[in-house]
């Protein structure tokens, strides 16, 4: 199968699928750059994440008075 036919095929194949991204690209992390701050962000998101995972774990730890979780 030559290039074109292969590329033509592909074409083919996301039209009549419905496709509009390639799943390799949701599923593989992305190599362009982040900014400092971005990373800053994500960071306090996931730590507020964490934060608020852990109140509620403690939360029903107390209704069910089950041991306290051991630190990650």
């Known amino acids: 199968m ?15 699928k ?17 900014d400092e701050a971005d990373r800053a962000a994500y960071r306090d998101y996931v730590a507020a994440q964490e934060a608020a995972r852990v109140e509620k774990l403690k939360s029903f730890q107390q209704i069910v008075h089950l041991p306290a979780p051991e630190p990650m």
Request: with cysteine; glycine share 4%; charged share 15%.
């Open 2 to 16: 030559s290039s074109t036919d292969y590329e033509a095929a592909v074409a083919a194949f996301l039209r009549k």
């Open 18 to 34: 419905g496709i509009t991204r390639c799943p390799t690209v949701c599923a593989v992390p992305t190599q362009a750059s982040v």
